[in-house]
C-alpha cells in the first residue's frame, strides 16, 4: 500500500470532523431499543476562549461519549453556552467605553440590544474552538442560556419557588462589588489571604466628658481597669463612621462594670453603647469590637438581636455618602488614609499592628468585595438541600473521587440562603412586576423596613403570584394589576444570578417545563423523559457549590429525580511549578496553539494520560509525548498494512486460520491484549482516565510494537503473523478512539475491509478464554533475559555487529525447556553468537553478570573489550554518578526546596536519587567482574 511515512495531523482533522458531522455520528435520538446515555456539557461562557481547563473537561467528556456510542448505547451529548451576566455586561462596557460611552448613556434596551450583537458575533468562538478538540457534541441540540424557551423555564422556577414561599425579598448584609456595583452570592466572593493591618482605636467614655472632633487634640489617658476609653481593634477602620454600639464578652473581667455605658465614636461624635454577648472573642484584639451592622455580617446579626440602628455609609460604588460626615465623597480606601490621620492627629489610634486576613474578593474583577446592606431577592437553601442531602447519602449519586462526597454533604449541611438577585442588565430579569398605583404608599417603608421582609404568598394560579401590597409575580408580563387593575405597572430592575439559570440546565436543555418534546418529533417517548437522569456530570472542583450542588436539588425538586447519576471531578491544570494556569499569571499553554503545532489527538491524549484522581502538572515539552504516540501508532499501522499479502484478504486469512498455527509470541499478544482490555474497561467505568491511557500505551507501544511487531520481522510471511498483527492493530485503533479519534479514523479507512467509520464500530468484547496468565508469565521470562542481555551488552559498549556469547543458570528447572525451545528468539534479539542453559549455579570465568528474578545470565566478555580501558571508563562514569547523587541530595535536604516545590517535582528527584544509586552499584559490581 502507498502509505505516507510521515503522519499529519493538519491533513486530516478538518476532514474527518466534517465527515462525522455530515454523516450525523454525533445525534442522539430515541430509541427505546437501546440503553440511553446522556451527558449535558458545563456550559462554557459566551465570553468563553477555549483554555486548558477547558480542553481537560471536554476531552474527558468525550472519551466517555465515545465509549459509551461504541458500547451500543444510545450516546447523547448536549452542547451549549451560558450567556454569563456579569463577565459579558463587562466586555460590553468596556467596548463601549472606547467610543466615550457608559451604558447608563445608551439605556438599558439599547445596550442590551448591543449586548445581544456582540453575542450573535462572538459569542459561538468558543464552539468552534471545541470542534478543533473532536469533541462529537449534537450540535444541531446546541442551547443558550437565554433562549426563549430556556428563558421560560427560568420564570417557571422562580414562580413555582415564590408561591412554595421558598423565594423572598429582604434586607441583609450581603457581598457587594463596587467595581461591577452588585450583589454576588458567597460562592462568587472566595476569600483569599491577604496581609493587612489591626488597627487600635480609642472610643472615649461620655462619662469622662470628653468630646473628640477632627481639629481637636486630645491627650487621653487609662484610669484603672479601663479610665477614660476602651480601644477598639479593627481591620476597616473606615467603616467605624457607620458604628452603632461596641460589644464585649459579657464574661471578660475586664469590661463587665462597663456594659451598658455610653461612648462617643470618634470623628463624628455619635453617641453608642456598650453591649455585652457571647459572640464577641475575648482573645481578639482587646476584647472590645465595633458593631457596624450595615456593613458586616456578624454585626448585622448583632444589630437584630439588640435592636441597634442601621447606618449605611457608602454609595454602590464603594465611596462614602452623606452618613459619613466629612469623609462624604472619598472612596472607601481612601477614607481609610484620612481617617488614619485623623485618628492620630487627636490621640486616638492607639497603635497599628501588621495582620493577615481573609477577605472577598468579586470572582470576576479581584475587586475587595465589600459587606453591604442592601434589600435584594433571596432563596431559602436548607428545604431544597435536605432531599440532595439524602441522594448522595444513599449513593444514588457517586462522587469520584469519592473524596468530594464528604466536602459536598458539609457544604451542604451548612447551607445558608442564596442571593439571586443581581444589579446589572444583562441576564434573566426578575419575573417580579409592581403596580405603582397600589404601592405608591407602601414602596418606601417597603424599601427602608429592617431586618428583613418577605413577600407574601398569595392565592394566585400556576403562572402567576399576587402579593398582598400588590407585587406580581408571573411568568408573562400582566397587562393590568390583579388588585387594582390599573395599567401602570413596570418590571423589576434586577437580574437574575447566572447560575439561578444554569442550575437548570440538565433538564431545561430538554425544553422543559415541557413533557413531550422530542428532537425528531416522532418519537412516542420525548426527549426529557428518556434521557433524563443524565448519566454523567464531568465538571471543575470550583464549581461544585455553584453548579452541582444547585443541580442536584433543582432536579428533584422540579424533576423529582436526581439530574446524574455520577459526578466526575477532575483536577485542576497547574504548571509545573505547582501553579495554576492563568493568563495574568503568564503560565497559561494555549490549547489551539498545541493543536496546531501538535495535533488534537496529541493534546487530547496528554490530557486524559496525566488526569489522575488530582491536579495536573503540565508543561509545553509533556505535549511531545502525545505527538511521539501518535507518530508511533502510525509507524505501525503503516508497518502492519504494508506487509499484509496484496493477494489475500483478511476474510481469506480468517477463514485459512486454525488455532495451531498459533506460535507461542502470537497467544502470548493476544492474552496481553484481552488482559490489558479488561482493566481499560474497569479503568474506564471507573473514571480513572490515566491509568486506562497509559495502560494502552504501554501495551501498544512496548509489547505490541517493541516485542511483537520486532519478532514478527522474521515471519512476515506467515499467515498467523499477518493476521494476529492486522487483528490487533484493528482492535487497537477502536479502543484508542474515544481518546485519539482524528488518527484511529484516518488508520481506519486504510484497512482492507474499511468500513463505514472506526466511531460507530462496537467496542470488542473481551474473550477470556484467550487469557492466560501462565503463559505470559512464560513469555515475560524470556523478555526479561533479552532485556537484561541487552543491558549487560550497553554497559560494556558492545557494538550491535559484536555477537556475543551468553550462558544462563534457571533458578527452577522446570523453566530449563522453556529457554531451550525459544532459544532461537534469544540468540536473534540478544544478537548472541550462542546461548548456554547451565545445570549448575555458578559465575563462569571472563563474564560479567546480571539477575533477573528467575535467572543468572553472564555475558562472556572475554575478546570483545579491553579490559583496562573498561575498568577506566567504569570508575569515570562511577564518579560522576556519585557527584550528581550529592546534588541532588543536598537538593532535598532543603526543607525550603521540599516544603515549596511541587509533590511530582521532589517525587522525581528522590526517584532520580535511587535511579542513579542504582546504576552506581551496578558499575561498582562489573568492576568486580571485570579483570
Same mark, same amino acid.
Request: aromatic share 10%; glycine share 6%; net charge positive.
Given at each position: 500500500?502507498?502509505?505516507?511515512?510521515?503522519?499529519?495531523?493538519?491533513?486530516?482533522?478538518?476532514?474527518?470532523?466534517?465527515?462525522?458531522?455530515?454523516?450525523?455520528?454525533?445525534?442522539?435520538?430515541?430509541?427505546?431499543?437501546?440503553?440511553?446515555?446522556?451527558?449535558?456539557?458545563?456550559?462554557?461562557?459566551?465570553?468563553?476562549?477555549?483554555?486548558?481547563?477547558?480542553?481537560?473537561?471536554?476531552?474527558?467528556?468525550?472519551?466517555?461519549?465515545?465509549?459509551?456510542?461504541?458500547?451500543?448505547?444510545?450516546?447523547?451529548?448536549?452542547?451549549?453556552?451560558?450567556?454569563?451576566?456579569?463577565?459579558?455586561?463587562?466586555?460590553?462596557?468596556?467596548?463601549?467605553?472606547?467610543?466615550?460611552?457608559?451604558?447608563?448613556? /445608551?439605556?438599558?434596551?439599547?445596550?442590551?440590544?448591543?449586548?445581544?450583537?456582540?453575542?450573535?458575533?462572538?459569542?459561538?468562538?468558543?464552539?468552534?474552538?471545541?470542534?478543533?478538540?473532536?469533541?462529537?457534541?449534537?450540535?444541531?441540540?446546541?442551547?443558550?442560556?437565554?433562549?426563549?424557551?430556556?428563558?421560560?423555564?427560568?420564570?417557571?422556577?422562580?414562580?413555582?419557588?415564590?408561591?412554595?414561599?421558598?423565594?423572598?425579598?429582604?434586607?441583609?448584609?450581603?457581598?457587594?462589588?463596587?467595581?461591577?456595583?452588585?450583589?454576588?452570592?458567597?460562592?462568587?466572593?472566595?476569600?483569599?489571604?491577604?496581609?493587612?493591618?489591626?488597627?487600635?482605636?480609642?472610643?472615649?467614655?461620655?462619662?469622662?466628658?470628653? #468630646?473628640?472632633?477632627?481639629?481637636?487634640? #486630645?491627650?487621653?489617658?487609662?484610669?484603672?481597669?479601663?479610665?477614660?476609653?476602651?480601644?477598639?481593634?479593627?481591620?476597616?477602620?473606615?467603616?467605624?463612621?457607620?458604628?452603632?454600639?461596641?460589644?464585649?464578652?459579657?464574661?471578660?473581667?475586664?469590661?463587665?462594670?462597663?456594659?451598658?455605658?455610653?461612648?462617643?465614636?470618634?470623628?463624628?461624635?455619635?453617641?453608642?453603647?456598650?453591649?455585652?454577648?457571647?459572640?464577641?472573642?475575648?482573645?481578639?484584639?482587646?476584647?472590645?469590637?465595633?458593631?457596624?451592622?450595615?456593613?458586616?455580617?456578624?454585626?448585622?446579626?448583632?444589630?437584630?438581636?439588640?435592636?441597634?440602628?442601621?447606618?449605611?455609609?457608602?454609595?454602590?460604588?464603594?465611596?462614602?455618602?452623606?452618613?459619613?460626615?466629612?469623609?462624604?465623597?472619598?472612596?472607601?480606601?481612601?477614607?481609610?488614609?484620612?481617617? /488614619?490621620?485623623? /485618628?492620630?492627629?487627636?490621640?486616638?489610634?492607639?497603635?497599628?499592628?501588621?495582620?493577615?486576613?481573609?477577605?472577598?474578593?468579586?470572582?470576576?474583577?479581584?475587586?475587595?468585595?465589600?459587606?453591604?446592606?442592601?434589600?435584594?431577592?433571596?432563596?431559602?437553601?436548607?428545604?431544597?438541600?435536605?432531599?440532595?442531602?439524602?441522594?448522595? #447519602?444513599?449513593?444514588?449519586?457517586?462522587?469520584?473521587?469519592?473524596?468530594?462526597?464528604?466536602?459536598?454533604?458539609?457544604?451542604?449541611?451548612?447551607?445558608?440562603?442564596?442571593?439571586?438577585?443581581?444589579?446589572?442588565?444583562?441576564?434573566? #430579569?426578575?419575573?417580579?412586576?409592581?403596580?405603582?398605583?397600589?404601592?405608591?404608599? @407602601?414602596?418606601?417603608?417597603?424599601?427602608?423596613?429592617?431586618?428583613?421582609?418577605?413577600?407574601?404568598?398569595?392565592?394566585?394560579?400556576?403562572?402567576?403570584?399576587?402579593?398582598?401590597?400588590?407585587?406580581?409575580?408571573?411568568?408573562?408580563?400582566?397587562?393590568?394589576?390583579?388588585?387594582?387593575?390599573?395599567?401602570?405597572?413596570?418590571?423589576?430592575?434586577?437580574? /437574575?444570578?447566572?447560575?439561578?439559570?444554569?442550575? +437548570?440546565?440538565?433538564?431545561?436543555?430538554?425544553?422543559?417545563?415541557?413533557?413531550?418534546?422530542?428532537?425528531?418529533?416522532?418519537?412516542?417517548?420525548?426527549?426529557?423523559?428518556?434521557?433524563?437522569?443524565?448519566?454523567?456530570?464531568?465538571?471543575?472542583?470550583?464549581?461544585?457549590?455553584?453548579?452541582?450542588?444547585?443541580?442536584?436539588?433543582?432536579?428533584?425538586?422540579?424533576?423529582?429525580?436526581?439530574?446524574?447519576?455520577?459526578?466526575?471531578?477532575?483536577?485542576?491544570?497547574?504548571?509545573?511549578?505547582?501553579?495554576?494556569?492563568?493568563?495574568?499569571?503568564?503560565?497559561?499553554?494555549?490549547?489551539?496553539?498545541?493543536?496546531?503545532?501538535?495535533?488534537?489527538?496529541?493534546?487530547?491524549?496528554?490530557?486524559?494520560?496525566?488526569?489522575?484522581?488530582?491536579?495536573?502538572?503540565?508543561?509545553?515539552?509533556?505535549?511531545?509525548?502525545?505527538?511521539?504516540?501518535?507518530?508511533?501508532?502510525?509507524?505501525?499501522?503503516?508497518?502492519?498494512?504494508?506487509?499484509?499479502?496484496?493477494?489475500?484478504?483478511?476474510?481469506?486469512?480468517?477463514?485459512?486460520?486454525?488455532?495451531? $498455527?498459533?506460535?507461542?509470541?502470537?497467544?502470548?499478544?493476544?492474552?496481553?491484549?484481552? @488482559?490489558?482490555?479488561?482493566?481499560?474497561?474497569?479503568?474506564?467505568?471507573?473514571?480513572?482516565?490515566?491509568?486506562?491511557?497509559?495502560?494502552?500505551?504501554?501495551?501498544?507501544?512496548?509489547?505490541?510494537?517493541?516485542?511483537?511487531?520486532?519478532?514478527?520481522?522474521?515471519?512476515?510471511?506467515?499467515?498467523?503473523?499477518?493476521?494476529?498483527?492486522?487483528?490487533?492493530?484493528?482492535?487497537?485503533?477502536?479502543?484508542?478512539?474515544?481518546?485519539?479519534?482524528?488518527?484511529?479514523?484516518?488508520?481506519?479507512?486504510?484497512?482492507?475491509?474499511?468500513?463505514?467509520?472506526?466511531?460507530?464500530?462496537?467496542?470488542?468484547?473481551?474473550?477470556?478464554?484467550?487469557?492466560?496468565?501462565?503463559?505470559?508469565?512464560?513469555?515475560?521470562?524470556?523478555?526479561?533475559?533479552?532485556?537484561?542481555?541487552?543491558?549487560?551488552?550497553?554497559?560494556?559498549?558492545?557494538?550491535?555487529?559484536?555477537?556475543?556469547?551468553?550462558?544462563?543458570?534457571?533458578?527452577?528447572?522446570?523453566?530449563?525447556?522453556?529457554?531451550?525451545?525459544?532459544?532461537?528468539?534469544?540468540?536473534?534479539?540478544?544478537?548472541?553468537?550462542?546461548?548456554?542453559? +547451565?545445570?549448575?549455579?555458578?559465575?563462569?570465568?571472563?563474564?560479567?553478570?546480571?539477575?533477573?528474578?528467575?535467572?543468572?545470565?553472564?555475558?562472556?566478555? @572475554?575478546?570483545?573489550? $579491553?579490559?583496562?580501558?573498561?575498568?577506566?571508563?567504569?570508575?569515570?562514569?562511577?564518579?560522576?554518578?556519585?557527584?550528581?547523587?550529592?546534588?541532588?541530595?543536598?537538593?532535598?535536604?532543603?526543607?525550603?526546596?521540599?516544603?515549596?516545590?511541587?509533590?511530582?517535582?521532589?517525587?522525581?528527584?528522590?526517584?532520580?536519587?535511587?535511579?542513579?544509586?542504582?546504576?552506581?552499584?551496578?558499575?561498582?559490581?562489573?568492576?568486580?567482574? +571485570?579483570?
Amino acid at each position: 500500500m502507498d502509505i505516507s511515512k510521515r503522519f499529519n495531523p493538519k491533513e486530516i482533522e478538518d476532514k474527518w470532523y466534517r465527515f462525522w458531522e455530515e454523516k450525523g455520528y454525533f445525534s442522539g435520538r430515541v430509541n427505546p431499543e437501546k440503553e440511553p446515555y446522556s451527558i449535558v456539557i458545563p456550559p462554557p461562557n459566551v465570553t468563553g476562549i477555549l483554555h486548558m481547563g477547558h480542553a481537560l473537561n471536554n476531552t474527558i467528556q468525550d472519551i466517555l461519549i465515545r465509549y459509551q456510542r461504541m458500547r451500543g448505547r444510545e450516546a447523547l451529548w448536549i452542547p451549549g453556552t451560558d450567556h454569563a451576566g456579569i463577565a459579558t455586561q463587562n466586555i460590553v462596557e468596556k467596548e463601549i467605553a472606547r467610543q466615550g460611552l457608559r451604558r447608563q448613556d /445608551l439605556g438599558r434596551d439599547r445596550f442590551l440590544k448591543r449586548v445581544w450583537e456582540w453575542k450573535e458575533e462572538y459569542g459561538s468562538t468558543i464552539i468552534h474552538q471545541l470542534k478543533k478538540l473532536g469533541v462529537s457534541c449534537d450540535w444541531s441540540r446546541t442551547r443558550f442560556t437565554m433562549d426563549n424557551e430556556y428563558s421560560y423555564a427560568v420564570r417557571e422556577v422562580f414562580v413555582r419557588l415564590y408561591n412554595k414561599g421558598l423565594i423572598y425579598r429582604g434586607n441583609y448584609i450581603i457581598n457587594w462589588c463596587p467595581r461591577c456595583q452588585t450583589a454576588l452570592s458567597d460562592e462568587e466572593a472566595p476569600h483569599r489571604e491577604i496581609e493587612g493591618f489591626l488597627y487600635y482605636i480609642r472610643y472615649p467614655l461620655k462619662k469622662a466628658g470628653i #468630646r473628640s472632633s477632627r481639629s481637636a487634640k #486630645r491627650n487621653f489617658k487609662r484610669v484603672g481597669l479601663y479610665g477614660d476609653y476602651i480601644v477598639v481593634a479593627t481591620t476597616r477602620p473606615e467603616t467605624m463612621l457607620g458604628d452603632t454600639a461596641v460589644a464585649v464578652n459579657p464574661r471578660d473581667a475586664r469590661y463587665r462594670q462597663l456594659i451598658g455605658e455610653t461612648l462617643i465614636l470618634p470623628l463624628i461624635n455619635r453617641q453608642i453603647t456598650i453591649i455585652a454577648d457571647n459572640i464577641v472573642d475575648k482573645e481578639f484584639g482587646t476584647g472590645a469590637v465595633k458593631v457596624t451592622p450595615a456593613h458586616d455580617p456578624n454585626d448585622y446579626l448583632l444589630a437584630k438581636k439588640h435592636k441597634l440602628d442601621f447606618i449605611n455609609i457608602m454609595h454602590p460604588d464603594g465611596s462614602l455618602n452623606d452618613n459619613a460626615g466629612d469623609y462624604k465623597g472619598m472612596d472607601r480606601f481612601q477614607a481609610r488614609k484620612v481617617i /488614619l490621620d485623623d /485618628l492620630k492627629r487627636n490621640n486616638l489610634l492607639e497603635r497599628v499592628e501588621p495582620h493577615r486576613l481573609s477577605a472577598g474578593h468579586c470572582y470576576r474583577c479581584n475587586t475587595i468585595i465589600e459587606p453591604y446592606l442592601s434589600r435584594q431577592w433571596f432563596v431559602k437553601m436548607k428545604p431544597l438541600a435536605k432531599p440532595a442531602i439524602d441522594v448522595v #447519602r444513599k449513593g444514588k449519586i457517586r462522587f469520584y473521587p469519592v473524596r468530594w462526597k464528604k466536602v459536598y454533604l458539609n457544604w451542604m449541611e451548612n447551607i445558608q440562603d442564596w442571593c439571586i438577585s443581581r444589579q446589572i442588565w444583562w441576564g434573566h #430579569r426578575l419575573p417580579v412586576y409592581y403596580c405603582r398605583d397600589c404601592q405608591r404608599e @407602601s414602596a418606601e417603608a417597603l424599601a427602608d423596613s429592617l431586618p428583613t421582609l418577605e413577600m407574601t404568598k398569595s392565592t394566585g394560579g400556576r403562572d402567576s403570584s399576587v402579593g398582598s401590597d400588590g407585587v406580581i409575580v408571573s411568568t408573562s408580563t400582566p397587562a393590568n394589576c390583579p388588585v387594582c387593575g390599573s395599567g401602570d405597572i413596570y418590571q423589576e430592575e434586577d437580574v /437574575l444570578d447566572t447560575w439561578f439559570s444554569s442550575w +437548570l440546565w440538565p433538564f431545561a436543555t430538554f425544553y422543559w417545563p415541557r413533557s413531550d418534546y422530542s428532537m425528531d418529533g416522532s418519537s412516542p417517548m420525548s426527549d426529557l423523559s428518556y434521557f433524563y437522569p443524565t448519566s454523567a456530570l464531568v465538571t471543575a472542583p470550583e464549581i461544585l457549590f455553584f453548579w452541582v450542588a444547585r443541580m442536584i436539588m433543582a432536579g428533584i425538586e422540579f424533576m423529582g429525580d436526581i439530574p446524574f447519576r455520577d459526578v466526575y471531578i477532575h483536577g485542576t491544570v497547574r504548571d509545573i511549578s505547582g501553579r495554576k494556569m492563568s493568563k495574568s499569571l503568564g503560565n497559561a499553554i494555549d490549547p489551539l496553539e498545541i493543536i496546531s503545532e501538535y495535533g488534537a489527538d496529541a493534546l487530547r491524549f496528554c490530557l486524559a494520560s496525566s488526569a489522575s484522581q488530582g491536579d495536573l502538572f503540565l508543561a509545553k515539552e509533556k505535549f511531545e509525548m502525545g505527538r511521539n504516540f501518535a507518530n508511533k501508532i502510525w509507524n505501525a499501522a503503516r508497518f502492519v498494512l504494508m506487509n499484509l499479502e496484496p493477494s489475500e484478504t483478511m476474510g481469506d486469512l480468517c477463514a485459512s486460520f486454525k488455532e495451531n $498455527d498459533l506460535r507461542l509470541i502470537d497467544r502470548w499478544v493476544l492474552s496481553r491484549f484481552y @488482559s490489558m482490555l479488561k482493566e481499560v474497561n474497569r479503568y474506564l467505568d471507573d473514571y480513572r482516565f490515566s491509568e486506562a491511557a497509559n495502560l494502552m500505551y504501554a501495551f501498544f507501544w512496548h509489547e505490541f510494537c517493541d516485542w511483537y511487531l520486532e519478532i514478527a520481522k522474521n515471519n512476515l510471511r506467515q499467515k498467523s503473523t499477518q493476521l494476529i498483527m492486522y487483528k490487533v492493530l484493528e482492535k487497537m485503533l477502536r479502543i484508542l478512539h474515544p481518546f485519539i479519534p482524528f488518527i484511529t479514523e484516518e488508520i481506519w479507512h486504510l484497512l482492507p475491509h474499511a468500513r463505514e467509520s472506526v466511531m460507530i464500530q462496537r467496542w470488542p468484547h473481551v474473550q477470556d478464554e484467550m487469557i492466560d496468565k501462565d503463559m505470559e508469565s512464560q513469555v515475560g521470562l524470556l523478555f526479561e533475559i533479552i532485556k537484561t542481555i541487552r543491558n549487560l551488552r550497553s554497559q560494556i559498549e558492545l557494538k550491535p555487529e559484536r555477537k556475543a556469547v551468553v550462558s544462563i543458570y534457571l533458578h527452577a528447572k522446570a523453566r530449563q525447556q522453556l529457554i531451550r525451545e525459544n532459544s532461537d528468539l534469544i540468540v536473534n534479539l540478544g544478537r548472541l553468537e550462542s546461548l548456554e542453559v +547451565l545445570g549448575v549455579s555458578g559465575r563462569p570465568q571472563g563474564t560479567i553478570s546480571s539477575t533477573t528474578g528467575e535467572a543468572d545470565i553472564y555475558l562472556h566478555f @572475554s575478546g570483545l573489550v $579491553d579490559i583496562n580501558k573498561e575498568r577506566n571508563r567504569i570508575k569515570e562514569r562511577r564518579l560522576g554518578l556519585d557527584k550528581m547523587v550529592k546534588v541532588k541530595e543536598q537538593r532535598l535536604k532543603n526543607t525550603e526546596f521540599v516544603k515549596k516545590a511541587p509533590p511530582p517535582v521532589v517525587a522525581k528527584e528522590r526517584e532520580d536519587v535511587k535511579k542513579l544509586k542504582d546504576e552506581s552499584e551496578r558499575l561498582e559490581k562489573m568492576l568486580r567482574e +571485570l579483570h
